[in-house]
Nanobody, 116 residues
Framework: QVQVVESGGGLVQAGGSLRLSCAASGIIFSIHAMGWYRQAPGKQRELVVSVTSGGTTTYADSVKGRFTISRDNAKNMVYLQMNSLKPEDTAVYYC??????????WGQGTQVTVSS
């Protein structure tokens, strides 16, 4: 079983920064990729950014140049540095882990609120 836990959400003013962390633990054979999704009220969950074990990243256009993902493969952790935050970034942010043999796993989510 794989557990995924996020941390680091909170309330910030527009233009501010937050850093999210995600840790995957348990019996993990091989992680292919880790990443972040977000879901705002009344909207579908959307991909924010992902990073493969080889370092290939995929960013949503809406966050390019403002958000940066980094990964520590040895610790099975991924981080999301969010700068120049906007009110439209307000959402619950979910960490997702893609494994090669065990399926995909989600964290419980962490709230990010950006006030104008």
């Amino acid at each position: 079983q794989v557990q995924v836990v996020e941390s680091g959400g909170g309330l910030v003013q527009a233009g501010g920064s937050l850093r999210l962390s995600c840790a995957a633990s348990g019996i993990i054979f091989s992680i292919h990729a880790m990443g972040w999704y977000r879901q705002a009220p009344g909207k579908q969950r959307e991909l924010v950014v992902s990073v493969t074990s080889g370092g290939t990243t995929t960013y949503a256009d809406s966050v390019k140049g403002r958000f940066t993902i980094s990964r520590d493969n040895a610790k099975n952790m991924v981080y999301l540095q969010m700068n120049s935050l906007k009110p439209e970034d307000t959402a619950v942010y979910y960490c997702k882990v893609w494994t090669l043999l065990q399926g995909d796993y989600w964290g419980q989510g962490t709230q990010v609120t950006v006030s104008s």
